[in-house]
């Protein structure tokens, strides 16, 4: 099974813009899955679907899904409003006020979370997300199962979007997927960068943003003392491609701009393939 992952998506950020960049943007990686080598099973958008969480905003966000040959499957970040996302994407589950769900697979499944909290940057996870939770992974502890969710549970080290440690709900997540050997991996975003992490007995796979990315200093930052380093920049719009199977799963990080071909599979690199291919197990 090949997933794809899309994230911070930031659309309605130039709100009266017909060619709005992030649109741009976003656009360009879904004409890279849908027209490229790996096209994927499904997709996954992992937050900040939108900027300002307006109905218009996922209005149009609906709009460029519907180009997709795969079905889309979307989560909450701090950027979302639940009730206009609901508006148009009424097919996605919510329970008890959560866009928290379960996406049955063959031999798999996926569970969405939900780590909105209005008004906060950061993450949240509160009691009820978290006996929900517990009550899905008690139903079946043997399905090898991921775990999506906005807001990575770990520091990454650029330090105006860290993580710490010892938040609260940080902690309350954690005590919630503690001894769960079926979880192979939680995939997230809201960092805007590709980062991966151990945690707790998995993997955490940070995907970067189809909107700009975050500038990578790992400085200590100062909130009183603005040094001019970059914050913003605008690498080429990215997405991840998870492949998933028996023996686990595999992520690559890629961008939608175009690649320089310096070889190709022809006759003059036959002779390599067929070596190499050969060193295998039969």
């Known amino acids: 099974m090949l997933i794809a992952q899309v994230t911070d998506i930031h659309l309605g950020f130039d709100p009266d813009n017909p060619a709005e960049f992030n649109r741009k943007r976003l656009d360009q990686v879904l004409r890279a899955l849908n027209d490229g080598p790996n096209r994927p099973d499904l997709l996954l958008a992992t937050g900040d679907l939108t900027d300002h969480g307006d109905a218009d905003s996922y209005r149009r966000l609906a709009n460029a899904f519907s180009q997709c040959d795969f079905p889309v499957w979307p989560c909450m970040g701090n950027h979302d409003d639940r009730a206009n996302f609901a508006i148009h994407f009424p097919h996605v589950p919510q329970e008890a006020g959560f866009v928290q769900y379960v996406i049955p697979l063959p031999e798999k499944r996926i569970i969405m979370l939900d780590t909105l909290e209005p008004g906060r940057h950061g993450g949240a996870f509160c009691e009820r997300r978290a006996a929900w939770l517990a009550d899905r992974l008690d139903e079946d502890s043997a399905t090898p199962t991921l775990i999506v969710m906005h807001h990575p549970p770990v520091e990454v080290g650029i330090d105006w979007m860290n993580t710490h440690p010892e938040e609260p709900w940080v902690q309350r997540f954690a005590a919630t997927i503690v001894n769960r050997p079926n979880i192979e991996a939680i ?80 006759a003059t690199m036959q002779p390599l393939v067929r070596m190499l291919i050969d060193e295998r197990p039969a």
């Open 187 to 266: 995939l997230c975003g809201h960092i805007h960068r590709a980062v991966t992490a151990p945690w707790h007995g998995t993997t955490i796979a940070i995907c970067s943003s189809t909107a700009p990315q975050l500038g990578l200093d790992l400085r200590p930052m100062d909130p009183e003392t603005p040094d001019n380093r970059p914050m913003i920049v605008a690498d080429p719009p990215a997405y991840a491609l998870h492949r998933w199977t028996e023996h686990g799963l595999i992520t690559h990080f890629e961008t939608a701009d175009d690649h320089v071909m310096l070889a190709k599979f022809d």
